[in-house]
């Protein structure tokens, strides 16, 4: 039986990606930052564990006691939306702690084993927002090129033993808490600036207009076992209708 360890599960895009991998009969490690037993069906299969990417020694500590891992998937991240003017240093810092660094570092801890086995696929999952420049995106489309740069030059390094990177592209996905959670922060870090008020209505009028085509939590789930499974696959995986136009 093969082993995915997994990032951000307790919803959206990780949550389904967990499902898909425990109906084909893998062993999953799921982790959350807060654990729910309750949002994944229960498995023999099934392990969750309690993690924030931001912590070295709890990352140090989980792949050491999780066994062999065939597959990683690189998902927790942190949405944010807002003008730059908008966006306090802390903020910009938090969203690269956990969307880049955190990446980062949950790679660096399989790698020896990895190396050592010369087997194992790293999946990262980025964001379609690197393939088109849209407005009020800066830091968090930032932190998501800095994803892609880090794993197209990792992956270089890797080859060399047998250990494949992939990276995965959603487009804009409502039925995830990506909206919510990032207007609940913008709201917590007082909201646009005013300047910016009549600005912000047009760019939210013209995203409304243009939505007939989305990304499904499936269709990020089907693009990570793909870059998990087929050797064959691109480096780049658009995920979602939207995704797909995007790239083409």
């Not at 489309?141 to 250990?163: G, I, R």
């Not at 499936?218 to 136009?245: I, K, Y």
């Amino acid at each position: 039986m093969k082993t995915v360890l997994i990032t951000g599960c307790s919803s959206g895009f990780g949550l389904e990606i967990a499902r898909h991998f425990l109906e084909r009969d893998w062993r999953v490690v799921a982790t959350m930052r807060s654990p729910r037993a309750d949002v994944l069906p229960a498995s023999r299969n099934l392990e969750i564990v309690a993690l924030d990417v931001r912590d070295p020694d709890r990352i140090r500590h989980l792949v050491e006691t999780a066994g062999d891992i065939d597959v990683l998937v690189n998902n927790a991240g942190i949405g944010w939306m807002n003008a730059l003017e908008g966006t306090s240093m802390d903020v910009a810092r938090d969203v690269f702690e956990t969307n880049v660094f955190g990446t980062i570092a949950m790679t660096q801890a399989v790698l020896p084993r990895f190396r050592e086995r010369k087997s194992g696929v790293i999946v990262n999952v980025s964001s379609s927002v690197t393939l088109k420049p849209l407005p009020l995106l800066s830091v968090y489309t930032a932190s998501k090129a800095a994803v892609n740069a880090f794993s197209e030059s990792v992956a270089l390094e890797l080859a060399q033993f047998n250990v494949r990177v992939r990276i995965v592209l959603p487009g804009r996905s409502p039925a995830t808490s990506f909206g919510d959670s990032a207007r609940s922060r913008i709201q917590d870090e007082g909201g646009f600036p005013e300047a910016y008020s009549s600005f912000v209505g047009t760019v939210f009028a013209g995203r409304d207009q243009g939505a007939s085509e989305i990304t499904h939590p499936v269709d990020v789930a089907e693009a990570v076992w793909r870059a998990a499974t087929d050797p064959s696959c691109p480096m780049h995986l658009p995920a979602g209708a939207d995704a797909v136009a995007l790239a083409a």
